[in-house]
């Protein structure tokens, strides 16, 4: 089993739609939780993270966390064309940045 | 001036040759961190600096060797690469910490990496 594990995709979405990126992670203990968003060619750029059971919203994007379930979500309110881009879930299973774990992202495609 | 700042953007090297990647953060950080990404694969976690001290090393290759002669400053020394070793590499830096429970402020930021064609 991954460590982290994400869809692979393509989620292809309406424009102005939700979309909805999920993901998993296998160690109990991980303590906090990252979405990144990269374009294609390019780096990692960090969205948002979570440390807490429940939801975190910033501006468009919420992230929910379910610790029992194991899972980490984040929302893409009224999606535009701009959001298409693969989406990183990280988890950190330490409280040292060099425990963080990365899936293999998911890759979205917002449809005009 | 961004945060994290990598040099080359583009390499292209021969089997046999020798050239570096530079990283340099300006965002205060105590730790950097080297990372691999090839195509369809995980970002690949390479090593670690902490204050300056090499704290991970994820069984990388002798022909990857980095350099960190002070918290700002990151190398990536290359020698006798493979094909295979084609990738996007990616320099990062965090505040980290390392106090049991204590989760704030490690989060990574990354450079806009160096795509690394070995012919």
């Known amino acids: 089993q991954k460590e982290v594990e994400q869809n692979s995709g393509p989620l292809s979405v309406p424009e102005g739609a939700i979309a909805s990126l999920n993901c998993t992670y296998s160690?109990?203990?991980?303590?906090?939780f990252f979405w990144y968003r990269q374009y294609s060619g390019k780096s990692p750029e960090l969205i948002m993270f979570?440390?807490?059971?429940g939801d975190k919203e910033d501006g468009r994007f919420t992230a929910q966390l379910n610790k029992a379930s194991q899972y980490v979500s984040l929302l893409i309110r009224d999606s535009q064309p701009s959001d298409s881009a693969t989406y990183l879930c990280?988890?950190?299973?330490?409280?040292?940045?060099?425990?963080?774990?990365f899936g293999s992202g998911t890759r979205l495609s917002i449809r005009p | 001036e961004t945060g994290v700042t990598q040099t080359p953007r583009h390499l292209v090297m021969g089997m046999t040759n020798k050239k570096s990647l530079k990283c340099e953060q300006h965002?205060?950080?105590?730790?950097m961190y080297w990372y691999k990404q090839s195509a369809k694969k995980p970002l690949e976690l390479m090593f670690v600096y902490n204050f300056k001290e090499q704290t991970e090393n994820n069984s990388v290759p002798s022909r990857f060797s980095p350099e960190c002669p002070n918290s700002s400053h990151l190398f990536l020394h290359l020698h006798t690469l493979q094909p295979e070793d084609s990738a996007l590499y990616l320099c990062?830096?965090?505040?980290?910490?390392?106090?049991?429970?204590?989760?704030?402020?490690?989060?990574?930021?990354f450079g806009e990496g160096s795509w690394l064609t070995v012919v």
């Open positions: 990280a988890v950190n299973q330490y409280s040292s940045a060099s425990k963080i774990i």
């Open positions: 990062a830096s965090s505040q980290d910490r390392v106090d049991p429970g204590q989760v704030v402020g490690n989060t990574i930021y």
């Open positions: 979570i440390y807490s059971n």
């Open positions: 965002l205060g950080h105590n730790a």
């Open positions: 160690d109990r203990g991980s303590q906090s």
